[in-house]
């Protein structure tokens, strides 16, 4: 079992210093997702203008692999459409679903490649699409003007 | 029937093995010179490479280090005795139980009861008084069903419950011991009530007491008989006085007792007593609820089917006597006989033996722990009376990451919240990291846990 593998430095870097962290205003949907297998917990706020992700914010607790996804979730998608940021994040969960045979475009998805390893561990592809599907939650709810405090 | 005739109906096998003379574990030298060697003297009346010799899942090797196994509060391993009793009833006596009249069903119907009859006697208990059920969970929810749900003077027993009743669980519950509890209420009206911990996770009982927290309302208390996160133990014998001073009726869970202890449900202090069997050797799908036999008998049934009735109209039935009364539908029959298997192969090494063993290996992993930097441990920090889950945290690391440094070195634990988030809550973490032991458990294990540890600390750079 390769950890370097799993846990490339990009991933203990954005670990140790989230990018996005922290809850913000103004926000048109907040969504919470949990892992209950391990109790993570994610609260993420997403502020759309005219289909267009103007920021992503979020308050976790959970591991590196889920943390680490968060904040490089948040920075690919912010300043996107979120039609884009959907896209990627389907591409995303092909690959780590994909057993290590999908491949992620360097140049779409920067530093989300380093989870390529993920793909290899099957009880962590979980904690690496958390905040991903919380985002996807986060954008259909914004889209139907909902909002959720759960 | 007599407790004893179970002992050698269908398990000779394990009947050669007794405890052998007391003996020190050898110990091979510390594999990394770099950690402190905290010599503890280990009293061990029990040959754990003969133990282990038993089990060949504990031979293999993950890679390129071998298996440590510190998930046995989780799943416990199984010994060749147990895989090979529940074989041979597959491969030569199967068929239903109590409805096939034929040979086979004939020695089916044997077998299962004689297994009813082997694990009643594990625990001091009549053989009429053992309900299977698929687990500890399904046995704690057919108490907590069935000890709540029955309508007072219909005819059919039970305790019916309302509004103004109270039922009182503690903090440190498994999920299991809690959510059914909290649907009972939810279904009755009744109250729900919890005991606190102290901060070493303790029964706090000088509280409870300045709380009145079990009173005349009370009717029902639920309590672990061992913290599956804390490793601690429950002052049931004083809880159950206190309840039955009220007349409420006493449920133990004691899914972290049974396998690790000797266990006389006559002194135990509870009237219901739930565990399971893949936590003591035994194989999953099965698990007990033992009852005092007069408890049982005005307890109303929990899932409807054959086999729990007497007679059936269109209209209604009448209902089977306990036990048979609580196994609707065809029961897990080889799984009965394999937790029937294992029960006498734990007895075979003596459960004295069992306990003094996992104490000592308790005692050594407590003092090796509080070796490593940022570990913070969650219970009890003295072994006394101290069961073998051991949970910590380490620094601020996630317990999926330090699980997975574990792992790739062979070493499996638990991290998460053990499904005790109350009870994490309270000692104000997410969740933690649990090692547990059993009787294959050695002090070279914990050596290698703790060495994983400090790896751990190193691959996340905590304090550099």
């Known amino acids: ?39 993570d917990e994610l609260v993420l706020r997403l502020h759309a203008e005219d289909g267009a992700v103007v920021d992503v914010s979020y308050e976790a607790v959970g591991c590196s692999i889920s943390q680490a996804s968060t904040s490089i979730m948040a920075d690919l998608v912010i300043g996107r459409t979120v039609e884009e940021g959907l896209a990627l994040g389907e591409g995303f969960r092909e690959m780590l679903e994909g057993q290590g045979k999908v491949t992620l475009d ?32 986060a954008a259909l709810r914004a889209t139907a003007g909902q909002t959720e405090d759960k | 029937m007599a407790r004893s005739s179970a002992r050698n109906a269908h398990f000779s096998r394990s009947s050669s093995r007794r405890p052998t003379p007391a003996r020190d574990v050898p110990r091979s030298p510390d594999p990394v010179s770099e950690t402190i060697r905290v010599e503890t003297a280990v009293h061990d009346t029990l040959d754990v490479a003969r133990v282990r010799a038993d089990f060949p899942i504990l031979a293999r090797m993950m890679g390129d280090n071998p298996l440590t196994y510190l998930d046995s509060a989780n799943t416990s391993q199984k010994p060749r005795d147990v895989v090979a009793a529940m074989a041979a009833h597959d491969l030569g006596h199967t068929a239903n139980v109590a409805r096939a009249m034929h040979t086979l069903g004939a020695e089916a119907t044997a077998a299962f009861e004689t297994a009813r009859a082997t694990i009643a006697a594990f625990i001091g208990a009549r053989d009429d008084e053992i309900v299977f059920a698929k687990n500890a969970s399904e046995a704690l929810n057919l108490a907590a069903h069935s000890l709540t749900a029955g309508l007072p003077g219909s005819g059919e027993g039970g305790h019916g419950l309302g509004p103004g009743d109270e039922i009182v ?49 009370t009717k029902i208390v639920a309590v672990t008989a061992m913290s599956n996160v804390t490793g601690a133990p429950t002052p049931l014998a004083e809880i159950a006085e206190w309840a039955h001073g009220h007349g409420a009726v006493v449920v133990a869970d004691g899914s972290q007792l049974v396998p690790h202890q000797p266990v006389d449900v006559v002194d135990l202090g509870a009237d219901l007593l739930a565990f399971t069997g893949h936590k003591m050797c035994g194989p999953t799908g099965i698990g007990v609820l033992w009852g005092r036999r007069d408890l049982l008998a005005t307890m109303p049934p929990f899932l409807g089917g054959g086999e729990m009735i007497a007679v059936v109209t269109m209209e209604e039935s009448t209902y089977a006597n306990p036990p048979h009364r609580f196994e609707a539908g065809t029961p897990p029959i080889t799984e009965a006989i394999g937790l029937a298997a294992a029960c006498a192969y734990l007895d075979g090494w003596g459960m004295a033996a069992i306990r003094d ?28 009376g101290r069961g073998g889950a051991i949970s910590f945290t380490l620094a601020d690391l996630h317990p999926h990451d330090i699980m997975q440094v574990l792992d790739s070195r062979g070493v499996a634990v638990r991290g998460g919240h053990h499904c005790a988030r109350p009870l994490h809550e309270r000692f104000g973490v997410q969740s933690s990291v649990r090692m547990s032991s059993y009787l294959y458990t050695t002090t070279e294990e914990i050596d290698r846990l703790v060495d994983g540890l400090r790896a751990t600390l190193a691959f996340f750079k905590v304090g550099q």
Request: hydrophobic residues 40%.
């Open chain 1, 1 to 39: 079992m390769d950890l370097q593998a799993l846990y490339q430095d990009i991933i203990l870097d954005h670990y140790k210093a989230k990018h996005h962290s922290g809850l913000r205003e103004p926000f048109e949907a907040e969504v919470t997702h949990v892992n209950p297998s391990c109790g």
């Open chain 2, 357 to 384: 063993h996992e104490g000592a290996i308790t005692a050594y992993a407590l003092e090796r722990l509080a070796t490593v930097p940022h570990l913070r441990l969650l219970g009890p920090t003295s072994p006394q």
């Open chain 1, 106 to 137: 360097e140049d779409r998805y920067g530093d989300a490649i380093a989870f390529h390893g993920v793909a290899q561990f099957p009880a962590r592809v979980k904690c690496a699409l958390l905040g991903w599907a919380a985002f996807r939650d």
């Open chain 2, 169 to 217: 669980v503690s903090i440190a519950e498994h999920h299991s011991n809690l959510v059914p509890w909290q649907m009972a209420c939810q279904r009755t009206g009744a109250t729900l009530r919890w005991f606190d911990v102290t901060d070493e996770g303790r029964f706090d009982l000088d509280r409870a007491r300045e709380q009145n927290l079990v009173n005349e309302r």
